[in-house]
Nanobody, 127 residues
């Protein structure tokens, strides 16, 4: 069984920064490679992929509005993924979730149906 726990959310002023962490525990059955993604959902809006990273080579993908402001990184040994968010805007306000799926291919996806395990989320509020 795989479990994910997010931390690091909070309230910040516009232009500020936050660092979110996702701790993954347990082992799944699969290839030994995985994608970890960060998703967010604001009230009344659909959930959207923010960033994802592949455990094999560290390759990343980002949503357009995150490029240049957010950075996703990982420590494969400790199964921790960090989302560094800079230059935050009010539109970044949302519940942020991390999620993982087994990925034998080297490129991650934001397709939510790929992701097998999800964390409960951490709230980010920018004002």
């Amino acid at each position: 069984q795989v479990q994910l726990v997010e931390s690091g959310g909070g309230s910040v002023r516009t232009g500020g920064s936050l660092t979110l962490s996702c701790a993954v525990s347990g082992n799944g059955d699969g290839s030994g490679y995985w994608c970890t993604g960060w998703f967010r959902q604001a009230p009344g809006q659909e959930r959207e992929g923010v960033a994802a990273i592949y455990s094999g080579d560290g390759s990343t993908i980002y949503m357009d509005s995150a490029k240049g402001r957010f950075t996703i990184s990982q420590d494969v040994a400790s199964k921790t993924v960090v989302l560094q968010m800079n230059s935050l805007k009010t539109e970044d306000t949302a519940m942020y979730h991390c999620a993982v799926y087994d990925a034998y291919e080297g490129r991650c996806s934001f397709r939510e149906d790929f992701y097998d395990y999800w964390g409960p989320g951490t709230q980010v509020t920018v004002s």
